[in-house]
């Protein structure tokens, strides 16, 4: 079974389902992040895997994957240009989301 954060419930559902108005975001984050910790790396999906999973369509996984990593919630990276991108999933209320930022500043 995958721990979820307390945080992730209290308060990251209510701001990204109810301030931002972007529920698929919230459920593209919970999707990612639970598949990232069953598999210990980063998450390669394509848009539409990513909106099977979810129950979306296309357009709104990309649209969530858009807001969050604005929100810098979510890092992505490619080998190239027309690769699948593999999304990292960040936790900045944590202390591990806080020193990997600080890392990547360095």
Do not use: C
């Not at 307390?6 to 972007?22: A, C, F, N, Q, S």
């Not at 709104?60 to 240009?81: G, T, V, Y």
Request: no cysteine; net charge positive; proline share 4%.
């Amino acid at each position: 079974m995958i721990a979820i954060d307390e945080y992730v419930i209290d308060v990251l559902m209510r701001d990204l389902t109810g301030h931002d108005r972007k529920p698929t975001s919230f459920l593209v984050y919970l999707w990612l992040s639970a598949e990232q910790s069953r598999r210990q790396a980063p998450v390669q999906v394509s848009y539409q895997e990513l909106a099977e999973s979810v129950g979306a369509s296309k357009s709104s996984a990309q649209s969530a994957i858009h807001w969050l990593l604005r929100r810098k919630l979510l890092s992505a990276s490619k080998e190239n240009a027309t690769a699948i991108p593999s999304y990292t999933v960040h936790k900045p209320w944590s202390g591990a989301g806080l020193q990997s930022s600080a890392s990547r500043r360095s």
